[in-house]
């Protein structure tokens, strides 16, 4: 008994992330695959366990993995309660480290979008780079398509 209350009072550690990480997840993420929340949550649950919270209209997923060479820490997928769809990560780095190392694995540029001291940076497919306190979000937003017969 001491020891199951022990491990439900041990923080959630992070999985590894699977071979099919980067392609499947930077790929949303980068606004070059079709944003689908359902596919996404179910690819998450499979690779990460089940999200280890539920706020601001996303589940979130602890990942021990790398998106072009960047650490990432978090992967945050929309629930049904937005009118956008959306697929988020967390990277551990600054938003021109991570703008770099997008830039030269994949040849995405994302532009600051102001000359603010912490600029939105975007991407032409649409993807945007912001701060994250001292680490960047990068995520990939969109409308979610009417329901067929409208």
Excluded at 29 to 58: M, Q, T
Excluded at 117 to 130: E, Q, T
């Amino acid at each position: 008994m001491a020891l199951l209350a022990l491990a439900a009072a041990a923080p959630l550690a992070a999985r590894a992330a699977p071979s099919t990480f980067g392609p499947v997840i930077g790929s949303a993420i980068l606004c070059r695959s079709h944003l689908d929340n359902a596919y996404f949550h179910d690819y998450l649950v499979s690779a990460f366990g089940p999200s280890y919270k539920h706020e601001g209209g996303a589940y979130w997923f602890k990942a021990e993995g790398t998106l072009w060479g960047a650490p990432v820490t978090d992967i945050m997928i929309s629930d049904d309660t937005s009118e956008l769809v959306f697929v988020a990560a967390v990277a551990d780095t600054t938003p021109d480290k991570l703008e770099e190392s997008i830039r030269n694995a994949v040849g995405v540029r994302h532009l600051s979008m102001d000359n603010s001291p912490y600029p939105v940076r975007a991407s032409n497919p649409g993807s945007k780079i912001v701060y994250f306190k001292t680490k960047s979000k990068i995520y990939c937003a969109k409308y979610k398509p009417l329901p067929v017969g409208r």
